[in-house]
């Protein structure tokens, strides 16, 4: 803490050292001491997830709780909008290059689950189920959701599956038998 005074002592009014002196604060129950320095910390760094965790554990602290939950709320969504959901996306490629099918689903649920608008993982999701099952008509929805929510967009991806779809047309016709692939021992995740 000595530092960080010292640090705004001596001019450095850095977003950085505002969150850092907030957290100490805020690490050692003087929640009210945090309060400014980490509002002063967001106004200079607007991007700051950990910024936004420390606020809502502060207002918390305070009985707060409707600014806490409103802060952890924005820090959730400011973190899910940065590396993790790509991490999650990268490990189900991953995962999918192994041939393991379950984590690589487990992988872009949670993906989907962080970043809901992020359409390509409908895409990403239908593929999955293309390659690995016979039976066609998950992958279809996928794909179909895929569509519907990339919009008109004109990009590769939304050319191959409305090609896809196209294939599929008459095999997902011939098809009889339980269209989820988890009554016949795979997973599938909710769309």
Known sequence: M????????????????YRRLGIVL???????????????ALTRDSTSARTRLYLGISYRHLDSLDR????????????ANGPITDAY????????ARGDLSPALSSYRMARQLQPGRVEIFFRIAQLYDDYY??????????????????????????????????LRPILHMEVGPADPASSGGTMPDP
């Open 68 to 79: 806490s939950a409103a802060m952890l709320q924005e820090a959730i969504d400011v973190a």
């Open 134 to 167: 016979r039976d066609k008509r998950v992958a279809a929805r996928y794909y179909r959701l895929y569509l519907n929510r990339a919009g008109r967009a004109e990009t590769d991806l939304v050319t191959y599956a409305r090609r896809r779809l196209d294939q």
């Open 89 to 96: 996306v990268q490990l189900a490629q991953t995962e999918d």
């Open 2 to 17: 000595t530092a960080y005074r010292q640090a705004l002592a001596y001019g450095d009014s850095s977003a950085t050292v």
């Open 26 to 40: 805020a690490g050692r129950d003087r929640h009210a001491e945090a309060l400014p320095r980490l509002r002063v």
